[in-house]
Every structure is written in C-alpha cells, then in structure tokens.
C-alpha cells in the first residue's frame, strides 16, 4: 500500500491517498485531481504496479438538463401592434417549414422537446385558458372530423407534445425575464434550465435545431452557464 500511495508516476495525478486494510488484503484509495487523470491512474496502477484498477465517481456529475423554462407572460409584441391587441404575441399564427400554420408558441416548444423532457410556460392569469386551449385542449368531433388527414396526424402530435407542456402563472408583475424565473423557482429548483424566450422564434438552417447546438456546447463546459447568439448586421 505504501508502494501505491508513494509511487513517483502517481503524485501528479492525485490530491493524496488512503490505504484501507494492512494484512495484504487492503486497497489504495487515491483522489485524483480530474477525469483525465484518473483515466492516466488507472493506466500506471494497471501497468506499472501490475494491480487491478477500479475507478469510481461520487458526485461528480452536473445534473441532467430536464426543463426549458419559456416566459410568455410579459411577451408585449410591441413590434407586432396591433394585432397583438387581442392575441398575445407567443400565441401569432406562423407557417412553419413543415406547412403547418401553428401559435409561434408551438414551434418554440418543439425547440425546446429536441433535448429536454419537460416545458414550462409561464404566462399571465388572464391567458391561462388561451395556452392550454392550445397545448391541452381536444377539439370537438365534428371539428376534428373536417380536417384534412395530415392536419388530423399533427393534432394528435401537438396532444402529444403538450403532456410535456406545463403552465405556470406569473403573479409578479411583468417586469423582465428575472421575475418570470422567480415565479418557477419552486419548480425549477437548483438544476439546470434551458431557457427559451416566448416571442422568439428559433430556426437552424442545418440539421440540429438551435436548442440541440446550445446543449452540445454547454455540455463542454458546464456547469458555466451558457448563452446562444446570432449576429445580426446593423441597418440605418
């Protein structure tokens, strides 16, 4: 055990050691410094000292990345004026690249389901209806039974995606993204969130959607926090 825990090839690698049990039937246990160098332990344990290896990781993982978090509450639209006097901005028709004409809502939460489990939508009180209409609600037969066959198909797609939608009333007044993430604190807790804005609307032009790259990157370097950008040019 001495051996082990003093061996020269070894010191580099480890914060320090602990030898359990004396009698030649013990263990070194070592605390390496990284991933990488416990990979490299266990290669000089193994070939060096010719003894077996068993590496073990306690607590070393970053939690999984389960929720994205959409605020739609204090989605103004000002741009979008006036038709966004009578419908809230994230619930605009728009014709997605599919061909369906769906709430702008609806393709930011398809984003989202490419990489996490569950959506939250935080909106206001007086919209609640309105989401879950969208998310929740089944149409009636005679209205189902007068689409076309394809728009049948993603009807029964959107009742699908949206029992992973969950709607969350924001209180607090709107007054940016800060107070719509602490109406979800409780929710979210202390684990990752992928956070999407809800008057947003997000498109990759290659084959990984925006969500999808973002997550990719944050897995490199988490648990930093992460944001994705795109360069627009400025125009007078």
């Not at 991933?35 to 490299?40: G, L, P, R, S, W």
């Not at 398809?110 to 209409?133: G, Q, Y």
């Not at 209205?143 to 009333?169: I, M, S, T």
Request: glycine share 8%; with cysteine.
């Amino acid at each position: 055990l001495h051996r082990v825990l003093r061996h020269p090839s070894l010191l580099p690698h480890v914060f320090g050691g602990k030898g359990v049990g004396s009698q030649g039937d013990g263990c070194a246990q070592l605390l390496c410094r990284s991933k990488a160098d416990q990979e490299k332990v266990c290669v000089i344990v193994e070939n060096e000292l010719q003894m077996d290896a068993l590496p073990l990781n306690l607590g070393t993982d970053t939690p999984k990345l389960k929720v994205a978090v959409i605020p739609c509450a204090g989605s103004s639209g000002v741009l979008l004026y006036p038709a966004t006097k009578c419908i809230k901005a994230p619930l605009l028709p728009i014709l997605d690249v599919d061909g369906y004409m769906k709430p702008a809502v609806v393709k930011i939460v398809e984003e989202a389901c490419t990489v996490v489990e569950e959506v939250i939508l935080i909106v206001k009180p007086e919209h609640l209806e309105d989401f879950s209409n969208v998310f929740h609600r089944e149409l009636h037969r005679h209205e189902f039974d007068n689409l076309p066959p394809g728009h049948k198909e993603y009807g029964a797609r959107l009742l699908e995606l949206g029992k992973k939608v969950r709607l969350v009333c924001q209180e607090l007044p709107q007054r940016g993204i800060s107070e719509a993430l602490i109406s979800v604190s409780r929710e979210v807790g202390a684990q990752p969130l992928l956070l999407l804005l809800g008057d947003h609307v997000y498109h990759s032009n290659t084959g990984k959607s925006c969500a999808a790259q973002l997550v990719e990157h944050w897995q490199g370097c988490k648990p930093k926090p992460i944001v994705g950008l795109r360069p627009t040019p400025l125009t007078v």
